[in-house]
Nanobody
Framework: VQLQASGGGLVQAGGSLSLSCTASGNIGSINALGWYRQVPGKQRVVVAV???????VYADSVKGRFSVSRDNAENTIYLQMNNLKPEDTAVYHC???????????WGKGTQVTVSS
């Protein structure tokens, strides 16, 4: 199983970016999909999660600005990021949490840089 993320880049504050992450291979039964981000020297933190039934959870810092969605048929998760701020600068990683057996798959990460 491989996760391929795309869509990162450089944008000015107030701008928008869209990320996507597609899983290839026999990934099994998906429990939840998520986006996490990490800056150098700090732990990876959750940005947004979407469950198997479509429920979503967002970090307080991105509520109202980011939107997570999924395409079950394509094993793809998306993250629409609007009104970006410099503090959103990080490497964004996608995560697929599967069951039977339970495990996590991680994408390599895509850099998002927001200039002030």
């Amino acid at each position: 199983v491989q996760l391929q993320a795309s869509g990162g880049g450089l944008v000015q504050a107030g701008g928008s970016l869209s990320l996507s992450c597609t899983a290839s291979g026999n990934i099994g039964s998906i429990n939840a999909l998520g986006w996490y981000r990490q800056v150098p020297g700090k732990q990876r933190v959750v940005v947004a999660v979407i469950t198997a039934v479509g429920s979503t959870v967002y970090a307080d810092s991105v509520k109202g600005r980011f939107s997570v969605s999924r395409d079950n048929a394509e094993n793809t998760i998306y993250l629409q990021m609007n009104n970006l701020k410099p503090e959103d600068t990080a490497v964004y990683h996608c995560n697929f949490n599967v069951i039977g057996p339970r495990r996590d798959y991680w994408g390599k990460g895509t850099q998002v840089t927001v200039s002030s």
